[in-house]
């Protein structure tokens, strides 16, 4: 009886922690097994299923072993030389304005492409000018890889098929299955083995020097996806076309098919040609300047 007496306190006190314990657990949001402080099993307003998972931005990568890296500074002094680019008269800018304009709004995503062979040379030049675009400390962190292989251009379609399948059935989610039903886009990718060239662009998260030592890429991301947008516009100044696509999920396989180091990781797939003679585009409708433009 004693004993009951002098326990009873101890047994009401663990009780009660248990109970915190559980009512805490219960509030907290759930962590994701293998990254820590990311939530899993999000709200609504936490789901993003197109945050690819190999793609986060690596700007901000963790430098481990410093001795791997090289300080940017150890690189030599830079000459300055004189630029002058060319200037229009007013009216010659404004028409120039307007024909770009011109060019550019007829740019529409197909997912209908000839296989019609297009010349390597202009597809050579509409990557070199894409290799034009600003970076971050003049970096440079892409790689276009174009493959015109029948067999590789097949085992990226499997790839791409495969876990568009998954993506669609499961990882998406309804509203954005939804949302894409009127693009009438789904996980048959033709276009993969029709189209005389895919174009893969790969972001480099960091650079590797010729001695082995590893180069920080400030804004990869922002710089390559600079970069493609230059590309697109430089495809339809020559008359090709492609769908913009970013495979979710593809990235590691596709990287190990074309052979591309672990540094790179891939952020967009670009199938270009020349339409399919019956080629259709959604009849979308861009928002007006007063739309997108506040001026100040
Ligand atoms: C970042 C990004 C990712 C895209 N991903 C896909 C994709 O995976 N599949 C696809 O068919 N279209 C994709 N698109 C194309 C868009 O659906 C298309 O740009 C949009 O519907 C507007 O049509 P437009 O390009 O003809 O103006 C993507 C576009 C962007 C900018």
Redesign the pocket.
């Known amino acids: 009886m004693a004993l009951l007496s002098v326990l009873t306190p101890v047994l009401a006190l663990v009780l009660c922690m248990v109970a915190g314990f559980l009512f805490l657990k219960s509030r907290a949001p759930e962590t994701s097994p293998g990254v820590a402080g990311q939530t899993k099993g999000p709200t609504k307003k936490e789901f993003r299923p197109w945050a690819d998972q190999d793609l986060q931005d690596d700007t901000e990568i963790t430098r481990g072993d410093d001795d791997e890296w090289v300080e940017n500074n150890e690189e030599e002094d830079l000459a300055h030389v004189p630029y002058s680019p060319q200037r229009y008269p007013e009216e010659t800018m404004l028409q120039r304005a307007k024909d770009f304009y011109s060019l550019m709004s007829q ?5 209908f492409i000839s296989p019609e062979p297009v010349p390597r040379e202009v597809i050579d030049k509409v990557i070199l000018t894409a290799g034009t675009a600003p970076s971050g400390a003049h970096t440079e962190p892409w790689t276009f890889v174009v493959v015109s292989d029948l067999d590789t251009k097949h085992k990226i379609r499997l790839i791409v098929e495969e876990e568009e399948e998954v993506n669609y059935r499961q990882r998406m989610g309804d509203k954005w299955v939804h949302d ?1 039903a009127r ?1 009438r ?1 789904n996980w048959i990718k033709e276009y993969l083995d029709v189209a005389p060239y895919l174009i893969l662009i790969f972001k480099q998260t960091y650079g590797i020097l010729p001695n082995g030592k590893k180069k920080t890429h400030y804004y990869n991301e922002i710089s390559v996806s600079i970069s493609c947008g230059i590309l697109l516009a430089s495809l339809q100044n020559v008359g090709l076309v492609t ?6 999920n593809c990235g590691p396989q596709l990287r190990l098919l074309l052979k591309r180091p672990a540094n790179e990781k891939l952020l ?1 797939l670009l199938p270009v040609g020349y339409p399919a003679a019956d080629a259709t ?2 009849d ?1 409708k ?1 928002k007006n300047l007063e739309e997108i433009m506040v001026a100040i």
């Open positions: 740019r529409r995503s197909v997912r894409l693009l886009t769908v913009t696509s970013t495979p979710l967009m585009v959604p979308l861009r």
